[in-house]
Nanobody
Framework: QVQLVESGGGLVQAGGSLRVSCAASGRTSSRYVVAWFRQAPGKEREFVAAISWSGGNTYYADSVEGRFTISRDNAKNTVYLQMNNLEPEDTAVYYC?????????????????WGQGTQVTVAS
């Protein structure tokens, strides 16, 4: 079992920056892929970004490419999502999720463990 806890959400003005974190505990000795998803009010949850165990491979949704950066510190069992140039359309609950193995995927069904989410609100 792996437990994930997100933090760092909040309210920010459009054009601003925010960094959210995902701390993992439990069976973190195995290699795992971590992804961020988000769900805006009235919309389905969507993929944002994913990172491999080594951090050498990353993948982003087109909507955040060039504005968001995913990174990880395995010594701290923590994954970060740095969000720059935020837009009101980025307002959502942000969830981190993890899966075993090395393959990055955007499919939610592939991720076995999820955090409780952190709210990010971007004011116009």
């Amino acid at each position: 079992q792996v437990q994930l806890v997100e933090s760092g959400g909040g309210l920010v003005q459009a054009g601003g920056s925010l960094r959210v974190s995902c701390a993992a505990s439990g069976r973190t000795s195995s290699r795992y892929v971590v992804a961020w998803f988000r769900q805006a009010p009235g919309k389905e949850r969507e993929f944002v970004a994913a990172i491999s165990w080594s951090g050498g491979n990353t993948y982003y949704a087109d909507s955040v490419e060039g504005r968001f950066t995913i990174s990880r510190d395995n010594a701290k069992n923590t994954v970060y999502l740095q969000m720059n140039n935020l837009e009101p359309e980025d307002t959502a609950v942000y969830y981190c999720a993890c899966k075993g193995g090395m393959v990055l995927t955007t499919s939610q069904n592939e991720y076995a463990y999820w955090g409780q989410g952190t709210q990010v609100t971007v004011a116009s």
